[in-house]
């Protein structure tokens, strides 16, 4: 089947952007592109380079692109995205791109407090300002990032876990599929948030992870959040469209592999 779309994933070489090619690859009729700075391919997709940052190549990296996935981010200082985003955009107007997808954050405007989280906030409003075409899907946090505050609760006997934190957190798998299915879509404006099935504390989270790998470790629960993670409290709320597998199920199957 001859391709009859191309999907430019600015970010294509990353968790989420690339999951998000491999669900492209499999369709016949779209020509998917990976943008990064390396330009190495992802998978099955062709690598394109090009920095969003400097704005080099990315005109012709964009050119004759149908939609755009934003899954980009720069890890050394996320205050560069807005910018980065704001080069995007241009490059965007320019190709005369019909639907910018971008990959956003549940809940960030109830934790500005969080330079992170205020940068997601300001590039979703530099997209709505811009003119383009866009789709904005808000994402809860993924599973892999409940592992990521569990490791740093570890103080080599025990679980030391904040309380209270509640996370609805999703695999990065239908988030990524999500974003893929909606860049074949006209522009939504605003999608429905995406979270997984089951909303629990941090501390549910902690013995499910005890139980699966069979840690000895006992879970206690403290009211000293570290400010790392205090930006992560009031992110669960609102309605969302629920997407599983669970955490432990999850858990279980990264176990196995
Ligand atoms: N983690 C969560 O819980 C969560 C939830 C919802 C949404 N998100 C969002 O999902 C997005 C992707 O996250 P991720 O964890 O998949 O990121 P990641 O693995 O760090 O990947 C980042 C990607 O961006 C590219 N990149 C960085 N700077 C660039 C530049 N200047 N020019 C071109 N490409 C650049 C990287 O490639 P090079 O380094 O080769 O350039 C890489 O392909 C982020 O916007 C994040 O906010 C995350």
Known sequence: MAASRRIVIAGGTGALGGLSADFLAKRGDVEAL???????????????????LSGENLDNALAG???????????????NDAKAMRNLLAACAKAGV???VYA??????TSLVSPYYAGKLREEQVIEASGVPHTILRAAQFHDLVLTVLQACDDGSRYLVPHPLK????????????????????????????????DRELADFARIFCR?????????E????????????????????????????????????
């Not at 692109?65 to 205050?79: F, P, Q, S, T, Y």
């Not at 009211?223 to 199920?249: D, N, V, Y």
Request: glycine fraction near 10%; charged fraction near 20%.
């Open 222 to 257: 403290t009211s000293e959040i570290p400010s790392r993670w205090a930006s992560l409290q009031t992110l669960t709320h609102g309605p969302a469209e629920r997407a599983g597998p669970t955490f432990e199920k999850w858990l279980r199957q990264r176990q196995e592999d």
């Open 104 to 109: 956003g954050i549940v809940g960030i405007e």
């Open 167 to 198: 996370l609805r957190p999703v695999a990065i798998g239908p988030v990524a599929q999500q974003l893929a299915d909606l860049a074949l879509q006209p522009p939504l404006g605003r999608a429905p948030d995406i979270a997984g099935p089951e």
């Open 65 to 79: 692109a149908d939609a755009v996935i934003w899954c980009a981010h720069d890890r050394a200082a996320h205050e």
């Open 212 to 220: 699966v790998t069979g840690s000895a470790k006992s879970v206690f």
């Open 34 to 52: 990976a943008l990064s700075r390396s330009g190495n391919a992802a998978g099955d997709v062709h690598g394109v380079a090009a920095d969003l």
């Open 98 to 100: 019909q639907n910018l």
